[in-house]
C-alpha cells in the first residue's frame, strides 16, 4: 500500500509543477479542499451524533437511579449511578446520590468519598449546602 502511495507521488509531483498543468492543479487543489472540509463535517457529525446519544443514556441513567434511590433500592441506585460515572465521571449529582446510598447502606467513609467529589465538582453549588449537612453526619 505504501509503495503504491509513493509510485502515485512519483508520477503526480511532476505532472502538478509543470507550466502546462496550472488548471489541473487548481482543480486538484480545490478537490483537496473540499474534501478536507467534507471529511472533517462528516467526523464533526459523528462526534455530535455520538456525544448526543452519551447525553441521551446519561439522562435515562440517571432518572432509573433517582427512582431505584427513591423507593429504598440503594444497592440498584449505586449501581446505576456508578455506570453514569462511567459516561462522565465528574457528574456531582451522579456522586451526591452514591454518597447518600453508601451512607444508606451504613459505608460512611465511601459516602463521605463521593460527597466531597459532589462538592469539588459542583460548579454551581447546587449541592453544596446538602453535601454539607451529610458530612457533618458522617
Not at 456508578?82 to 447518600?100: C, E, K, S, T, W
Not at 460527597?115 to 460548579?123: E, F, G, I, Q, V
Amino acid at each position: 500500500m505504501l509503495f503504491a502511495l509513493f509510485i502515485d507521488a512519483a508520477y503526480i509531483v511532476p505532472f502538478l509543477f509543470s507550466p502546462e498543468t496550472r488548471v489541473v492543479r487548481g482543480t486538484l487543489v480545490a478537490a483537496a479542499i473540499v474534501w478536507f472540509y467534507t471529511f472533517s463535517d462528516v467526523v464533526r457529525l459523528t462526534y455530535l451524533a455520538n456525544t448526543e446519544r452519551k447525553l441521551k443514556r446519561k439522562n435515562e441513567l440517571f432518572a432509573t437511579g433517582v427512582r431505584q434511590f427513591l423507593r429504598g433500592e440503594y444497592e440498584p441506585a449505586r449501581d446505576t449511578f456508578h455506570q453514569v460515572l462511567r459516561l462522565n465521571r465528574y457528574d456531582p449529582d451522579a456522586h451526591f446520590y452514591i454518597g447518600m446510598a453508601f451512607k444508606s447502606l451504613g459505608k460512611p467513609y465511601k459516602a463521605r468519598k463521593h460527597l466531597k467529589n459532589a462538592l469539588s465538582y459542583d460548579d454551581t453549588k447546587k449541592w453544596n449546602f446538602e453535601v454539607l449537612q451529610e458530612l457533618k453526619g458522617t
